[in-house]
Nanobody
Framework: QVQLVESGGDLVQAGGTLRLSCAASGSIVSIASMGWYRQAPEKQRELVASITDGGSATYSDSVKGRFTISRDNTKNTVFLQMNSLKPEDTAVYYC??????????????????WGQGTQVTVSS
């Protein structure tokens, strides 16, 4: 079983910065893509950014130029550097691991996993 643990969420003023981290654990062999999603109250969860194991990154239009996603494959960790934060960035941010391959007691598993979420609040 793969587990994802996020950290870094906080309350920050508009224009400020935050850095989110997500560490995956659990006899991991590889993870095809890691990403960040967010969900604001009464809104659907949306993709913020994702990055493949090869380093190819994708961003939503709302965060392009302000957020940067990066990844350390050796530590199965993904980061989200958030600059120039806006009140509309307020949400619970979730880490996602897509097509994570793990091996435990000789059994190979492939699955998609989510973290528990971390709250980001941007005040105006």
């Amino acid at each position: 079983q793969v587990q994802l643990v996020e950290s870094g969420g906080d309350l920050v003023q508009a224009g400020g910065t935050l850095r989110l981290s997500c560490a995956a654990s659990g006899s991991i062999v590889s993870i095809a893509s890691m990403g960040w999603y967010r969900q604001a109250p009464e809104k659907q969860r949306e993709l913020v950014a994702s990055i493949t194991d090869g380093g190819s990154a994708t961003y939503s239009d709302s965060v392009k130029g302000r957020f940067t996603i990066s990844r350390d494959n050796t530590k199965n960790t993904v980061f989200l550097q958030m600059n120039s934060l806006k009140p509309e960035d307020t949400a619970v941010y979730y880490c996602n691991a897509l097509r994570a391959v793990s091996r435990w007691l000789g059994i190979r598993r492939v699955g998609d996993y989510w973290g528990q979420g971390t709250q980001v609040t941007v005040s105006s």
